[in-house]
């Protein structure tokens, strides 16, 4: 396993679609340790493979109940919504606003070719939006509303 190097803000790779995962090879086996290695070096709850210059539909994700790995993920319900700080590892030392789905189910396959279906409300809802957005292109800061704060490196520990 290897620390890799997180993408930033203004990198293209983080505004590129990332094509879907067709086989788990031993090179995704290892791409996959690196990301969870790299999420928990760097203190996040989640990471996408476009952040360490990967574009593949690859995201890992722990929100405290340790992690999952979901490969080819796809959101396909929300309800509610919550509005509250966010962060991103692409954008270090700063958080703002952003709504969010309270509640999501997402469908993905695991790194075993397992295919499963998970309900996750609260931040693990938000965390699951905020990674699946990095396999579109897309990032927090579309979504902010108001200004972006600067944070302290003990807040941005807690930011996704």
Same mark, same amino acid.
């Given at each position: 396993?290897?620390? $890799?190097? @997180? !993408?930033? +803000? &203004?990198?293209?790779?983080?505004?590129?679609?990332?094509?879907? #995962?067709?086989?788990?090879?031993?090179?995704?086996?290892?791409?996959?340790?690196?990301?969870?290695?790299?999420?928990?070096?760097?203190?996040?709850?989640?990471?996408?493979?476009?952040?360490?210059?990967?574009?593949?539909?690859?995201?890992?994700?722990?929100?405290?109940?340790?992690?999952?790995?979901?490969?080819?993920? $796809?959101? @396909? !319900?929300? +309800? &509610?919504?919550?509005?509250?700080?966010?962060?991103?590892?692409? #954008?270090?030392?700063?958080?703002?606003?952003?709504?969010?789905?309270?509640?999501?189910?997402?469908?993905?396959?695991?790194?075993?070719?397992?295919?499963?279906?998970?309900?996750?409300?609260?931040?693990?809802?938000?965390?699951?939006?905020?990674?699946?957005?990095?396999?579109?292109?897309?990032?927090?800061?579309?979504?902010?509303?108001?200004?972006?704060?600067?944070?302290?490196?003990?807040?941005?520990?807690?930011?996704?």
């Amino acid at each position: 396993m290897a620390i $890799r190097n @997180v !993408r930033r +803000e &203004g990198d293209p790779i983080l505004r590129k679609i990332s094509k879907e #995962v067709k086989e788990i090879t031993p090179k995704i086996r290892v791409l996959i340790d690196d990301m969870l290695e790299t999420m928990y070096e760097k203190n996040g709850v989640g990471l996408a493979a476009p952040q360490v210059g990967v574009l593949k539909r690859i995201v890992v994700i722990d929100v405290g109940d340790g992690p999952v790995v979901m490969i080819n993920p $796809r959101i @396909v !319900r929300e +309800e &509610g919504s919550q509005t509250g700080d966010e962060g991103c590892l692409s #954008v270090p030392g700063k958080a703002g606003q952003v709504t969010r789905p309270n509640e999501v189910t997402v469908r993905y396959m695991d790194e075993n070719e397992e295919y499963y279906e998970l309900d996750g409300t609260e931040l693990l809802a938000r965390a699951i939006c905020h990674e699946c957005e990095h396999l579109d292109g897309k990032l927090y800061l579309d979504l902010v509303e108001g200004e972006l704060r600067d944070v302290t490196e003990e807040e941005d520990e807690e930011e996704s």
